[in-house]
């Protein structure tokens, strides 16, 4: 079998897909990498499973490392044609994806200060294929590609114009999760595609995007991956006095300030147990119930603001590993979100049913299951084979 290989190292998991064609053929996801009990499930393309257990890994690189082990052993008819990969900034220069060159590879290394949770983990992964298949093309693509089609006040910051002219301006991130809803959109129902739709990417890493007849017009992402809602371990958006405060009265170095946002706040840092969603919505502390509530009022708040930027709202997507398995996360949302038109059924966000509106809201509320992977496995067949 030729296939194409589609990896997503995401800050806590790493995906790893195999297509054939349109058809994904296997699925795997190692999850809660940053922590001892790391969890590999693999299913096949009919959703059984075919793997699924707790085992000792270390980290991204040992948990691909263990994954092509497997695959050589279970499944040595594979013949691998190209490996593409997600990538979380592109910059100002990776605009679209492209072929992975040693000068490709140079530029994402230079992009790591912008999202350290992310960028270096995806380069890992690009050179440990390329150590173990030399020979094999990949594909990078990157998930800021998606939103250069915000306009100019959407990206940029009131500082000095020389900053912006050093590319220090709001970028957006999760694009490709957002081109392929944007793609689905337009398969339902054209007139949703068309309209104007606000995507809730809940996850470890969250963000919304407002868009426009299927283009980026707003994200809560900017410069890096810090910026908007609260996340597993990430801040969120904050008030840059907070920042110079601990930087001087602190007297916090670069490192630890920078450990502080990306490492140590979000939900774990509000809740002080855990920065996974399942762990809070079963813990009944009222510091796990505050944690979760924040989240969702900052959800509710950037809602409006992206309403604002659209001048309306005609459809609400849920995707993402929280928003698609969490119902209390999307009741409270909605609820929050009442005053915009949006009414779903209690009885059909129970069941995580494709649609969540009532026949009288103002707003159909959508879960679309995230795929980054088809979006990648796309962009690497027309690049990598032409």
């Not at 008819?77 to 679209?96: N, P, Y």
């Not at 590609?145 to 301006?169: D, K, S, V």
């Not at 989240?295 to 590993?321: H, K, N, P, Q």
């Not at 969490?326 to 059924?345: E, F, K, M, P, Y």
Request: aromatic fraction near 6%.
């Amino acid at each position: 079998m030729q296939q194409i290989a589609v990896v997503n190292a995401g800050s806590s998991t790493l995906k790893l897909s195999l297509f054939e064609g349109c058809i994904r053929r296997l699925s795997v996801l190692a999850d809660r990498l940053d922590g001892p009990d790391s969890r590999v499930s693999i299913r096949n393309e009919d959703g059984a499973v075919c793997f699924d257990a707790v085992i000792a890994v270390d980290g991204h690189h040992g948990a691909l490392a263990w994954l092509f082990d497997w695959l050589a052993a279970e499944r040595p008819q594979i013949r691998l044609m190209a490996v593409g990969h997600r990538v979380v900034h592109g910059g100002d220069l990776l605009t679209e994806s492209v072929l992975v060159t040693p000068a490709i590879c140079e530029q994402i290394r230079a992009l790591i200060p912008l999202a350290p949770l992310h960028q270096e983990l995806n380069l890992d992964a690009i050179e440990f294929i390329a150590r173990r298949f030399p020979e094999l093309p990949q594909v990078a693509c990157f998930d800021t590609a998606f939103h250069t089609t915000a306009g100019p006040m959407e990206r940029m910051f009131a500082l000095p114009r020389r900053y912006l002219e050093q590319g220090i301006r709001r970028y957006g991130f999760h694009g490709l999760s957002y081109e392929y809803i944007s793609g689905r959109l337009h398969v339902m129902e054209t007139d949703l595609a068309g309209g104007r739709s606000i995507v809730c990417h809940l996850g470890n890493g969250a963000s919304l995007c407002a868009m426009k007849r299927g283009r980026s017009m707003a994200t809560t992402m900017a410069f890096t991956a810090l910026e908007g809602l609260p996340m597993g371990t990430r801040c969120g958006s904050i008030d840059p006095g907070v920042l110079l405060y601990l930087l001087e009265h602190e007297k916090m170095s670069a490192a630890e300030l920078s450990d502080l946002l990306y490492r140590k706040s979000g939900l774990l840092g509000i809740s002080g147990i855990s920065q996974d969603m399942r762990d809070l919505l079963a813990d009944n502390t009222p510091a796990a119930a505050e944690a979760v509530e924040y989240f969702c009022y900052r959800i509710a708040r950037e809602i409006g603001s992206l309403a604002a930027v659209l001048g309306g709202l005609d459809t609400l997507v849920f995707t993402g590993g929280i928003g698609e398995h969490a119902q209390w996360v999307r009741a409270r949302v909605c609820a929050l979100s009442r005053w915009l038109g949006v009414d779903i059924d209690l009885s059909a966000n129970t069941r995580h049913a494709d649609v969540l509106s009532t026949w009288s809201s103002a707003v159909r509320v959508l879960i679309i299951p995230a795929n980054e992977e088809s979006v990648i496995a796309g962009h690497t067949v027309r690049i990598a084979m032409q």
